[in-house]
Structures are given as C-alpha cells and as structure tokens.
C-alpha cells in the first residue's frame, strides 16, 4: 500500500530559526482546507438567503413605420417586430387614437394596413403590444401626423333637367311675349 501524504500529516509546521524564534507554516493540505474554508464562508449567505424566483420575461415590441412624428396621408402600412421572451407570439394588437383593438397580421414581423383619409388631419398615435399567450409586451407607441389634401368634390353630370327647364320657360315667355305682340297689332 502507497503512502498517503494527507492521512496524518501535521496541518502546521513549527519551524525554530537560528534566534531561537519559532515560526508556524502551514502544510499543503492545510491551505487547501483553509481556502475552501474561506469560499464556503463568503457564499454563505447567498446559500442561506431564500429563493427568489425571478418573473419570467415579457414579450417586446417595437413600430417600425411610421416613425415617430412622421407626416403621412393616403394608405399607410404600418410596420413591426415583435421578440418572444419564452413563448412564441400569437398575436399583436393596435389601437389607433386609444380607439378599439385591431389584430395585426404576422407575428414576429407584423403589419397592418390603414387608410389615412378616414381620420382628420393632424397629429395621431398608434400603440401596438404582441402576446405570447401568458403576457403582453409594454405597449409601443408613435405618434404621426395625417396631412390629406382637400377632398376633391366628385364630377357630377351637368343639371340637364335644370337646363331643360330653363330652355322650357324662355320659350314659352317667348311665345306669350310674340302673341301679346301680335294681339296688340290686330286691334
């Protein structure tokens, strides 16, 4: 059987110097004792405070289009990314003006497409938030600014009957005005 140095070795030495001084050193193996001796100490209290558990990651959100304080008219698409925290996400909503919900089409990257004509002129916020089936992200919202023009009145077709009429009236004034004349002759 080999010798083993750990098993009754001295943890310290006393070691006496020429002036009669005694010194102590400690073994190997006492080091290494009084190292891990050391770590144990300075972990102890995160071993012995309680578990918290953290929660858990909420899904993200972000507007890519319009930018924020961007002047737009007509059709507008409105653009998106949405990052899952553990779960995939199912869906994204918007509110247009804090107005009712509307479901985005995509996921990751979304978009929805809206016509700007069908709200007045001046500034406007979109929020947006994605769902991952547990947890909403933090709403994520920008503002814009609708600039339409002036809507342009439809062509409509020239007032024939009105015309008509008219043409109507000025002849038979026409044919009173000949026959009082013509009366007025024969007397």
């Not at 050391?38 to 102890?44: E, G, K, P, S, T």
């Not at 990314?81 to 995939?88: H, I, L």
């Amino acid at each position: 059987m080999a010798p083993q140095p750990w098993r009754g070795a001295p943890l310290i030495k006393l070691i006496s110097t020429h002036t009669g001084i005694v010194a102590v050193k400690p073994s190997r193996r006492a080091a290494f004792v009084a190292s891990v001796a050391i770590v144990f100490i300075a972990l102890l209290p995160a071993l012995a405070a309680p578990h918290v558990l953290a929660a858990p990651a909420k899904p993200q959100c972000a507007i890519t289009r319009p930018y924020d304080n961007a002047t737009v008219s007509g059709k507008l698409r409105v653009t998106g990314n949405a990052n899952m925290a553990a779960d995939p996400i199912i869906k994204v909503q918007l509110r247009i003006d804090g107005g009712s919900l509307l479901i985005a089409n995509g996921t990751d990257s979304w978009f929805f497409d809206m016509d700007t004509t069908m709200l007045s002129n001046g500034p406007h916020s979109i929020d947006a938030k994605s769902f991952d089936g547990s947890q909403y992200s933090d709403p994520a919202s920008v503002t814009f600014i609708v600039q339409n023009g002036k809507p342009v009145a439809p062509e409509t077709e020239p007032p024939y009957l009105l015309i008509v009429a008219v043409a109507i009236i000025v002849v038979a004034v026409g044919v009173a005005a000949w026959r009082l004349m013509r009366g007025k002759e024969g007397r």
